[in-house]
């Protein structure tokens, strides 16, 4: 893995550091209150807010994963291919 990747692996997982403590409070005082349902109605809009940016962030970061996973596929494949007419070539060699 590159530098450069888990530089911005590190980033990604400063924010949810900090996403988390920008939270936890709002989560300590809903479970102070008896997980309330007025606190919770209070709150729920910004609660949600949060959820639907985040959610943003996964899909992309889940989108950028496949695309990764298609491609070290592709390339076993074709590595595979490569390896699998080499040894056909030396057996075709030694006959």
Avoid: P, W
């Avoid at 924010?15 to 606190?39: C, E, M």
């Avoid at 959610?55 to 076993?76: C, P, R, S």
């Amino acid at each position: 893995m590159t530098t450069e990747k888990r530089m911005a692996e590190i980033q990604v997982l400063k924010k949810h550091i900090v996403n988390y403590a920008k939270t936890l409070d709002i989560y300590t005082a809903y479970r102070k209150a008896g997980y309330s349902q007025k606190f919770y109605e209070e709150h729920r809009a910004e609660l949600l807010a949060q959820k639907k940016k985040a959610y943003g962030q996964y899909h992309t970061a889940k989108k950028e994963m496949q695309d990764i996973l298609t491609a070290k596929a592709n390339i076993h494949r074709l590595l595979g291919l490569e390896q699998a007419q080499k040894s056909k070539e030396k057996s075709q060699e030694q006959r």
